[in-house]
Structures are given as structure tokens and as C-alpha cells.
């Protein structure tokens, strides 16, 4: 088949996203207390074995969500010599990303007690990309995205401001 459940039976993921999904984040950027005894075991999977925890995620905890797209040249071509994950790549399509290395989103959240808080407030919509690159002020004056849960702040005098940002209607 060429279902996405085929391609995930197929471990294709672990070919583009070599990287994990993220960490937590305590007491050092990589805090190593994502397995810790009485958790769930590390699997062995490729791709689940990149993941840093498979902690039950507590109000409190702070992580990062980093997804990544790569474009490895080894782990592609081992890719391409195994058939089982071959019939799902446009090698064509492929060439032209070749070279290009990859790409990764990265955000620290608070897991709350119905959700989170996304403690990054970086330019993530395409109009939001656009106008800090063309000298828009930043954090913006209406929230393009409000399903990222941003908790949105400044700084003034080395102190931490909140914004009220209203969401675009």
C-alpha cells in the first residue's frame, strides 16, 4: 500500500526526521530526566529511539517541540537502496532538495493543567515571516495564529513584560 500508516510501518520518518521531536528542559537545555526509572523504556524502533522522553507529560514540565525536516545524503540513499522505503520517494522530486541540509521549528512549552503555553514568540505564519522581514515591528499588534498558544511578552529594562495581544478576527 502507500498509505501514510505503510509509511510509518516503513520507518520512512526516521529517514527525514532523524532528530527526536524535542526534549525537556530543567536544570540543563537537555535535561536527562526524559527516562527516568519507572518510565516507559526508550524504544528501539528507528526514529522512537531518537526521542528524548515517553514521561506521561505533568502541568509544570517545561519541553521543547522541535520539528525537523532533513535531507541527509546517507540516510537517504540507504533509503533508496531499501525497497520497503523506496516506492514511497520521488527520487526526482527528491534531487532538488538534495544539498540543502534541512529545516527545524523549535519551541519551549509549559505543559499546563488543560494544555500548554508556548513560551516562544518567534515569527511562524508567512505574513508574520514577511513583515519582520520587511521592518514590521515585532511582537505584532494582532495574533495571526492563535492555536499556537502564545504566551506573548517583551522585555524593558531587563524585565519581563506580558503583551495582550488580540487575535486577528
Known sequence: GCS???MVDADLGSIFMPTGLGHLIGLDTHDVGGYAQGTPARSNR???NKLR???ILEEGMVLTVEPGCYFIDILL???LATP???KFINKDRLGQFRGFGGVRLEDGVLVTRDGCENLTICPRAVSEVLGVMSGSP???????MPEM???WATRDKGKMIKL???VVD
Open 4 to 6: 501514510i500508516d505503510d
Open 77 to 79: 540513499n540507504t533509503a
Open 46 to 48: 528507528p526514529g522512537l
Open 53 to 55: 522522553t515517553a514521561r
Open 164 to 166: 495582550d495581544v488580540p
Open 138 to 144: 515585532w511582537p505584532p499588534e494582532k495574533d495571526v
Open 149 to 151: 498558544k502564545r504566551n
Open 84 to 86: 520497503s522505503q523506496a
